[in-house]
Nanobody
Framework: QVQLVESGGGWVQPGGSLRLSCAAS????????MSWYRQAPEKQREWVAT???????NYADSVKGRFTISRDNAKNTVYLQMNSLKPEDTAVYYC???????????WGQGTQVTVSS
């Protein structure tokens, strides 16, 4: 059974930090490109960052320099370190895995991040 379980969300003041985790099971984690997406209220889901199977990382312009994606293949976990958080970062954050052959993809259930004073 495939599972992606996010954790680490919560409330933080502007300028603060949070680290999200996404624990994977049921598939070969190291063979999957892992990404984070987010969806703010009444907005479309948007891509945030990706960690490829080859070790490359890519970021949306809106988070570049503030967020860092990383992965631990031994723990089947991908992380999103979020620093200098802004109110506009408030959203439900989702983890997504896509196979390196682009034949399968999975979503987590999401974790809420709220940035406000």
């Amino acid at each position: 059974q495939v599972q992606l379980v996010e954790s680490g969300g919560g409330w933080v003041q502007p300028g603060g930090s949070l680290r999200l985790s996404c624990a994977a099971s049921g598939f070969t984690f190291s063979s999957y490109h892992m990404s984070w997406y987010r969806q703010a209220p009444e907005k479309q889901r948007e891509w945030v960052a990706t960690s490829t199977t080859g070790g490359r990382t890519n970021y949306a312009d809106s988070v570049k320099g503030r967020f860092t994606i990383s992965r631990d293949n031994a723990k089947n976990t991908v992380y999103l370190q979020m620093n200098s958080l802004k109110p506009e970062d408030t959203a439900v954050y989702y983890c997504r895995g896509v196979s390196s052959t682009w034949t399968s993809a999975y979503w987590g259930q999401g974790t809420q991040v709220t940035v406000s004073s």
